[in-house]
């Protein structure tokens, strides 16, 4: 059975001077503001759509990269993940591109081999 996951955003006003808040549906944090400025220039310190596709790349890395090292018989205590996700204002058409994720683990001996196939075992980096 697939999970859906949903997220509400309501907007008002204009795209440079406008502004709006998202909401999660599980209600697992709060309902924040977002506007074009901490979209765009990153200085107001706000969030963006962009940061929560970083933070939802890095986990969802990081539960597969734990899964493909479990399958292989390696047990990490712990992954650091890092995601980043550059957003590009282009002239009329905007440009999100996903960067790879790092992973660092308490034993990297033993994951030498899984990275070269998390494209196809982490299904938020299938492109």
């Given at each position: 059975?697939?999970?859906?996951?949903?997220?509400?955003?309501?907007?008002?006003?204009?795209l440079t001077s406008g502004k709006?808040?998202?909401?999660?549906?599980?209600?697992?944090?709060?309902?924040?503001?977002?506007?074009w400025a901490s979209r765009a220039?990153?200085?107001?310190?706000?969030?963006?759509?962009?940061?929560?596709?970083?933070?939802?790349?890095?986990?969802?890395?990081?539960?597969?990269?734990?899964?493909g090292l479990a399958k292989a018989?390696?047990?990490?205590?712990?992954?650091?993940?890092?995601?980043?996700?550059?957003?590009?204002?282009?002239?009329?058409?905007?440009?999100?591109?996903?960067?790879?994720?790092?992973?660092?683990?308490?034993?990297?001996?033993?994951?030498?081999?899984?990275?070269?196939?998390?494209?196809?075992?982490?299904?938020?980096?299938?492109?």
């Open positions: 059975m697939a999970a859906i996951s949903r997220a509400d955003a309501v907007w008002e006003g204009d709006g808040r998202v909401k999660v549906a599980s209600g697992a944090f709060n309902e924040f503001p977002v506007t220039e990153r200085t107001h310190g706000g969030t963006s759509p962009e940061e929560l596709i970083a933070a939802a790349h890095a986990a969802c890395y990081s539960m597969a990269f734990s899964n018989g390696h047990h990490p205590e712990r992954l650091n993940t890092s995601a980043e996700v550059e957003f590009v204002p282009g002239t009329g058409i905007t440009t999100i591109t996903l960067s790879g994720a790092t992973s660092t683990a308490s034993r990297p001996a033993s994951f030498r081999s899984w990275p070269k196939r998390r494209r196809t075992a982490a299904p938020c980096l299938r492109r």
